[in-house]
């Protein structure tokens, strides 16, 4: 079973600032979703990517499938940004879906104004 | 908006009763999974249907069933409600498996007393 980590669990930051989140995982796999879920439940899909670099407004992210590390980066934060963001990844093999999504706990993000 | 509803918003039940939650994916999804998120906690994978069979599920007891329909809708069915039941139970629809992007819908506050 894969075990997916993310960094920090917390994050507090000024209006402006640039966000690092990170997600690791231990076993290989194929593609990375990238997710945020507001206050209240609702989840969205920011970004799936299998290798190098997605870019979305102000939300970037990486990927390195050898090393198992994606990162999420948020240029020019704003309060809006508050919310916590998940990584999940889908099992190695292909179809994917006996196993489901294994999801990271998220990361907890407060952008003070 | 995803585009993917779910019914009710929230329930509340007692120890030992059934629950049904209802979940309409987007049109033109075969692909439905279902994911239990306790509070704190990142969302645990249940079960996957494709094309109205299940296909793949999690570490989770008998007494959590399912169903999907030809006209992308699905069903989770809880039997013998326990405490720890009481979770936001979400559904995702993609066109097909776990290696596209995935459409959440709002979840179900389920509160078992």
């Known amino acids: 079973k894969n075990e997916v980590e993310q960094s920090p669990q917390n994050l507090t930051a000024q209006e402006g600032e640039f966000i690092t989140i990170n997600c690791s995982y231990s076993v290989g796999i194929s593609a990375l979703h990238w997710l945020q879920q507001h206050p209240g439940g609702g989840i969205v899909s920011l970004f799936m990517?299998?290798?190098g670099k997605k870019k979305h407004g102000r939300l970037i992210a990486t990927i390195n499938i050898q090393e198992k590390h994606s990162s999420l980066h948020i240029t020019a934060s704003h309060p809006r940004d508050s919310a916590v963001y998940i990584c999940?990844?889908?099992?190695?093999?292909?179809?994917?879906?006996?196993?489901?999504?294994?999801f990271g706990k998220g990361t907890h993000l407060i952008i003070q104004p | 908006e995803t585009g993917v509803t779910q019914s009710p918003t929230h329930l509340i039940k007692t120890r030992g009763q059934q629950v049904t939650l209802r979940c309409s994916s987007q049109?033109?999804?075969?692909?439905v999974s279902w994911y239990q998120q306790a509070l704190g906690q990142g969302p645990q994978f249940i079960f996957q249907y494709y094309r109205e069979e299940e296909n793949g599920r999690g570490n989770f007891p008998p007494r959590f069933s399912g169903l999907q329909f030809p006209n992308y809708s699905s069903e989770l069915n809880v039997n013998a409600l326990e405490l720890d039941d009481s979770a936001l139970y979400l559904c995702?629809?993609?066109?097909?498996?776990?290696?596209?992007?995935?459409?959440f819908g709002p979840g179900t506050r389920l509160t078992v007393l």
């Open positions: 049109s033109g999804h075969n692909t």
């Open positions: 999940a990844a889908p099992p190695l093999y292909s179809g994917g879906g006996a196993d489901g999504l294994t």
């Open positions: 990517l299998s290798s």
């Open positions: 995702a629809s993609s066109l097909a498996g776990l290696l596209n992007e995935q459409f």
